[in-house]
């Protein structure tokens, strides 16, 4: 309706969010040794490497614990633009200014035959439903990812790939097993979210069988708790070289 004006966001790689937004983390240069090990301790899920006085951000669940113990040395920026194809790019160090994203090593067939148009099945393996919403958000007026023709699916059989998200439980193994052999070749899969990347919170409980992980090539990965609709597209945008 006119009443209600334009709502979607005219360019999703110019957004700027709130200072609130809890996005990429930076550590000040003068950290001291005893400072990143007080932070060690009171972090949840082990998100900070000491030996590297760096943040995880595939363990990070962006509490702001160790910003909130350290406000002088950690802030977390508004920067949502976190998203990489390379699990170690996740590590944020003293005086990183991004999350650098490796354009050389994406698969050849990724921007081939999925520059123009990827539907995706998502699967929620064992999720609290906090990405599944976000990532949900994505395909709104506001964000309107379509616009790129990215698009969920219902079926995996109409799929070019999977988003899981979720720490994958034991009783969503052989039904995400499943759903990744119903999708067509080439294929990609992308980790959303802090649970599927690493397990987040629950990375030590038993219920957890992550051995899918162990057998496929993951293509993107966007860190968050939950993940923002920007960062998803954004890394999606650059995966597929748009």
């Known amino acids: 309706m006119r009443s209600h004006g334009i709502q979607f966001v005219p360019d999703l790689k110019k957004v700027e969010l709130t200072p609130l937004f809890r996005g990429r983390p930076e550590i000040s240069d003068d950290i001291t040794v005893e400072e990143i090990n007080y932070a060690s301790k009171i972090c949840p899920t082990d998100a900070i490497i000491t030996d590297e006085f760096a943040i995880d951000l595939g363990k990070c669940v962006f509490c702001k614990e160790c910003a909130f113990a350290l406000p002088d040395k950690i802030r977390f920026t508004n920067d ?39 539907k995706l099945r998502q699967v929620s393996a064992g999720g609290d439903n906090s990405c599944e919403m976000e990532l949900n958000a994505a395909g709104n007026v506001n964000f309107d990812m379509g616009r790129y023709g990215i698009e969920f699916v219902a079926s995996p059989r109409h799929a070019d790939g999977i988003v899981i998200t979720g720490p994958i439980t034991g009783n969503m193994a052989e039904a995400l097993q499943i759903c990744y052999d119903a999708v067509p070749s080439p294929k990609i899969i992308i980790l959303t979210g802090t649970d599927a990347i690493s397990g987040g919170i629950f990375n030590d409980s038993k219920a957890l069988n992550r051995s899918f992980l162990d057998k496929y090539p993951v293509d993107l990965y966007v860190p968050g708790n939950p993940a923002h609709p920007l960062s998803f597209i954004n890394g999606i945008l650059e995966l597929i070289g748009r």
Not at 87 to 109: P, Q, T, W, Y
């Open 80 to 118: 949502y633009k976190i998203a990489t194809n390379k699990r170690s790019n996740l590590i944020i160090k003293k005086g990183d200014s991004a999350v650098d994203f490796d354009d050389n090593a994406v698969r050849k067939e990724i921007k081939k035959v999925f520059k123009n148009s990827l």
